[in-house]
């Protein structure tokens, strides 16, 4: 299967401090990758979809903003929290889209990131 | 919109006890069904994949099944031990491979 390496796997930060997570595919080109969080408790919520040398798309109430999406390459998406506060602290996941993948394949995800803003 | 639910949000149960978790969705419009196992705080662990032309899968001691028509799925755990304490996540694939994640069941298998 597909391995996805995300990191940093944690990360504490003060209040008003940005803050990058980087997700890379090591053995497929994904044109698309999924950012997702996942609050305290709660299930995942897809937060936005990451497209190869275009804008990401957003989910409803997901301030773009606020969490600055790059994938530059095929095989890196990066979300940025900017100036990250304590409501932000939440568990960051990445997974891979399309591009090499069918969609009748299993999922493959990132190691996932906490974030705690302090 | 796609709704995934599951049901019981949370499970007790001795060591060696079969139990089974349900999860429902609302659009019948799926790829397919995964399973997936998230210990605390940490990442996910694919357990099942039920391609949408499927009704069941199995691996090891755990058993899935699939009911597209009706919007269902069950994980069957057999012989449960205390390492299957987790929380056991469903969710189901749409378009672009985007999946819509169920509410969770949190396992505890007691000694």
């Known amino acids: 299967g597909a391995v996805v390496s995300q990191h940093p796997s944690w990360v504490i930060c003060k209040s008003g401090t940005s803050v990058k997570i980087e997700c890379r595919s090591l053995?497929?080109?994904?044109?698309?990758m999924f950012w997702y969080r996942q609050f305290p408790k709660q299930s995942l919520m897809l937060m936005a979809t990451s497209n190869e040398g275009s804008k990401a798309t957003y989910e409803q109430g997901v301030e773009k903003d606020k969490f600055l999406i790059n994938h530059a390459s095929l095989t890196l998406s990066t979300l940025t929290v900017t100036s990250a506060h304590p409501e932000d602290s939440s568990f960051y996941i990445c997974?891979?889209?399309?591009?090499?993948?069918?969609?009748?394949?299993?999922?493959?995800f990132g190691q996932g990131t906490r974030l705690t803003v302090v | 919109k796609q709704e995934v639910t599951q049901i019981p949000a949370a499970l007790s149960v001795p060591e060696g006890e079969n139990l089974v978790l349900n999860c429902s969705f609302t659009d019948s419009a799926i790829y397919n069904l995964q399973w997936f196992r998230q210990d605390p705080g940490k990442g996910l662990t694919s357990l099942l994949l039920?391609?949408?032309?499927?009704r069941e899968q199995t691996s090891g001691r755990l058993n899935a099944s699939l009911d597209k028509s009706s919007g269902r799925s069950t994980l069957y755990i057999a012989a449960s031990q205390p390492g299957d304490s987790a929380t056991y996540l469903c969710?189901?694939?749409?378009?672009?491979?985007?999946?819509?994640f169920g509410t969770g069941t949190q396992l505890k298998v007691e000694l």
């Open positions: 969710a189901v694939t749409g378009g672009g491979n985007k999946l819509t």
């Open positions: 997974s891979l889209g399309e591009g090499g993948l069918s969609v009748n394949t299993e999922a493959f």
């Open positions: 053995d497929f080109q994904a044109t698309t």
């Open positions: 039920i391609q949408s032309s499927q």
